[in-house]
């Protein structure tokens, strides 16, 4: 009676991963057969992951590193030939950001979807795929900038339903700010409602017409325009 015992060791390289089956045949002297045989997975590679962002209710694609005035909701996509882990460590969002909520499935084996639904300076997020061997990739995007709040402006001069006689217009002096993206342009319109006629800077016009300021103060807001 003789009991064998062999060990092998297969080094796996590129272009292997898949189904793999080890079969033994055994004789014995009495030339009884066994056949025997185990299936197994061979996963050497990572995983593919990739990452869409829109913005939301447009669906326009979202850049990041630009303002947007929507929510942005980012979409991680899964993937690997042999197979992904179970649900919710297959594709996920890791660590959960300080920002936004998990979006319609949240994380999920073959997909993740976080939205930033809040106004923030700038923030990444990063989306983790996990193989049913453990092998793991990760994708950063960002920064994704968010700012749902309109700027704020005011008219300084000239003060609401005052009289000015003329027959020259009083300087128009104002402030406008943005906290969070900042400001992209300052306009104003001078309307006649006696004809609800607009000033070009020049002369009266049927066709609203949009100045920019005579000069404007980056550092505090501070704008004037001389008609």
Known sequence: NVDCTYSYTVTAGAGTDGTAT??????????????????????????????????????????AGTWSNQDVVLTFTCSDAVGMQASPNGCQVTPLPATGVAGPG??????????VNANTPGISIVGQA?????????????????????????????????????????????????????????????????????????TWTASATYLPPTTFSAATGAWDRTA
């Open 130 to 202: 996990t193989d049913v061997a453990g092998n793991v990739v990760s994708i950063t995007f960002g920064p994704v900038q968010v700012d749902k709040t309109k700027p704020s402006s005011a008219i300084t001069a000239p003060v609401d339903l005052a009289l000015y006689p003329g027959p020259s217009f009083p300087s128009i002096t104002g402030t406008s700010t943005d906290a969070l993206s900042g400001l992209s342009a300052v306009a104003l319109t001078i309307q006649r409602l006696a004809n609800n006629q607009y000033w070009t800077g020049a």
């Open 22 to 63: 080890v079969s033994v045949d055994v004789d014995d002297q009495a030339t009884n057969h066994r056949a025997i045989a185990s299936t197994f997975l061979v996963d050497t590679q990572p995983p593919v992951i990739t990452v869409s962002a829109k913005k939301s209710p447009s669906n326009v694609v979202y850049t």
């Open 106 to 115: 949240g994380n999920g084996t073959t997909s993740a979807v976080w939205s």
